[in-house]
């Protein structure tokens, strides 16, 4: 199991915990598989972001620094769908 998170200024704004059949169903292989796990799972396409805003070098989690007009759109989005 693994763990999605985003950062934004120091501060984890997403955790999103997979289970292992949430693990198995995400197609792809390394970076393929992380982003389209965040683009499943958090509506977040990281597919553009460099290897210095996304670290994976953790054991259990994978960490992403959103950048601004990400978060903009991200909350937008979530907005919508509340309303």
Not at 19 to 33: A, H, L, N, R, V
Not at 36 to 54: H, V
Not at 62 to 68: D, G, K, P
């Amino acid at each position: 199991m693994y763990t999605l998170k985003v950062d934004f200024g120091g501060v984890i704004i997403i955790s999103k915990t997979l289970t292992k059949d949430e693990c198995e169903s995400i197609g792809g292989f390394g970076t393929q598989w992380v982003c389209n796990a965040y683009k499943d799972y958090l509506n977040l396409d990281i597919s553009d972001y460099t290897i210095s805003e996304c670290l994976t070098n953790q054991k259990d989690y994978f960490l992403v620094n959103i950048r601004q007009d990400d978060l903009v759109k991200l909350r937008s989005d979530k907005l919508n769908k509340i309303l």
